[in-house]
């Protein structure tokens, strides 16, 4: 009897077990169904955001930044064709310089080594400036009007004096008076930069050279030229120390900023580009949105 009542106990306890284990199963299922695992109530979805107008500005960008690059990369060789060109017209032989020379022309004569010869006219002469040089001595470039034998006038870039020799009466050596012969590259007018003051010309005042206003102002035609030096370093001492001004050495002096440029421009092709791909690879990351029953 004992045997039938454990043998008719068994599936009793069998199904009891059964049945927890299902309780089990299903609190398992809703606990991790509330804690955000798949269920019919919680699930993943790719949230869809839309393409605003910031992305579609910052996708423009490095194409821009790349285009002007590219650009540079053009002005750059141009630049350098420009920088050869000059230095052979330098080197050339001088030539007497012409009476007149149209606006069409100038930019041929740009560097173009000629002769003059005229008379100095002291008592209209401009100093422009400060201007340092590379010992850190401090003066200015002396602009004198010269007077040729047909009565034109061109303006005279003669060269450098310290700021000890400014007046006239400390540098009577570089009074040079009766008729003269001056060599040197024919210019243009200055471009100055943000950093450059006005000139005032009305106190004859002037920190760069304004080729058309220093003309009007002498009677001169808008030409210069501009006196060079060959003589060795060691001599300009001398030259400083007497206040005679002096030349220019032979380089070509023309601004080249392109590869500076160029590397800044790539750099915000690539800077721009990284944040894009970040910006949208964001954008497409799957966001676990959670449905209320």
């Not at 310290?162 to 006239?168: H, I, W, Y």
């Not at 024919?186 to 450059?196: G, H, I, K, Y």
């Not at 006196?227 to 120390?241: E, F, N």
């Amino acid at each position: 009897m004992f045997r039938r009542s454990f043998l008719h106990l068994r599936p009793v306890r069998s199904c009891v077990a059964h049945r927890g284990s299902n309780v089990s199963v299903q609190r398992l299922m809703s606990t991790e169904g509330a804690e955000g695992t798949p269920n019919a109530k919680n699930t993943y979805q790719l949230k869809k955001r839309k393409f605003g107008l910031g992305t579609a500005i910052l996708c423009t960008i490095p194409f821009i930044t790349f285009g002007l690059g590219t650009w540079q990369v053009q002005r750059l060789r141009w630049k350098h064709s420009l920088i050869e060109r000059l230095e052979e017209r330098m080197f050339l032989d001088p030539v007497p310089l012409p009476r007149r020379i149209s606006a069409t022309t100038m930019d041929d004569y740009e560097y173009r080594r000629v002769e003059v010869v005229g008379t100095f006219q002291h008592d209209q002469e401009m100093l422009v400036g400060p201007r340092t040089r590379g010992d850190g001595v401090v003066g200015y470039f002396l602009v004198t009007p010269l007077v040729r034998e047909d009565g034109s006038r061109v303006l005279i870039k003669r060269g450098w004096v310290s700021n000890a020799k400014k007046e006239q009466s400390s540098r009577p050596e570089s009074l040079v008076q009766g008729p003269v012969k001056v060599e040197g590259l024919m210019r243009l007018t200055e471009q100055p930069n943000s950093f450059t003051p006005d000139n005032v010309p009305e106190k004859n005042q002037w920190y760069w050279i304004d080729l058309d206003t220093m003309a009007n102002l002498t009677y001169s035609q808008p030409l210069m030229v501009e006196s060079v030096s060959d003589k060795p370093s060691y001599h300009d001492k001398l030259l400083i120390d007497q206040g005679v001004p002096i030349g220019r050495s032979p380089v070509v002096e023309v601004r080249n900023s392109h590869l500076q440029y160029i590397v800044t421009w790539y750099s915000l092709s690539l800077a721009t580009t990284a944040m894009l791909w970040v910006l949208l690879r964001r954008k497409n990351l799957p966001t676990n949105i959670k449905k209320r029953p």
